[in-house]
Nanobody
Framework: QVQLVESGGGLVQPGGSLRLSCVFS????????IAWFRQAPGKEREGVSC????????YYADSAKARFTISRDNAKNTVYLQMNALKPEDTAVYYC????????????????WGQGTQVTVSS
């Protein structure tokens, strides 16, 4: 059965860094993509980044480019999101999600979701 578990969130000051982890089971990145989404209170859930095995493809939202890095550790069945230079507007619950094959920014195309981890950027 497919499971995804996020961790690594917390409270950080503006300009600080966090590394989120998504440990997955029940599939491999051979045929799936894993994406990070985030949702702030009162706002729509938005895509942040995505990674897939084929062609080692990675994708980033404009808000994440130059600050966030997605990576994977296949041996640990883990996808990471390294977040640097965090801003208050990065505050949200961060979710990892999985779908078959290609990365997508469309929430409805993801079949499996973790429970989320809270990231709060505040001074």
């Amino acid at each position: 059965q497919v499971q995804l578990v996020e961790s690594g969130g917390g409270l950080v000051q503006p300009g600080g860094s966090l590394r989120l982890s998504c440990v997955f089971s029940g599939f491999t990145l051979d045929y799936h993509s894993i994406a990070w989404f985030r949702q702030a209170p009162g706002k729509e859930r938005e895509g942040v980044s995505c990674i897939r095995k084929r062609n080692e493809g990675t994708y980033y939202a404009d808000s994440a480019k130059a600050r966030f890095t997605i990576s994977r550790d296949n041996a640990k069945n883990t996808v990471y999101l390294q977040m640097n230079a965090l801003k208050p507007e990065d505050t949200a619950v961060y979710y990892c999600a999985a779908r078959r094959y290609l990365c997508s920014a469309y929430i409805g195309q993801y079949d499996y979701w973790g429970q989320g981890t809270q990231v709060t950027v505040s001074s």
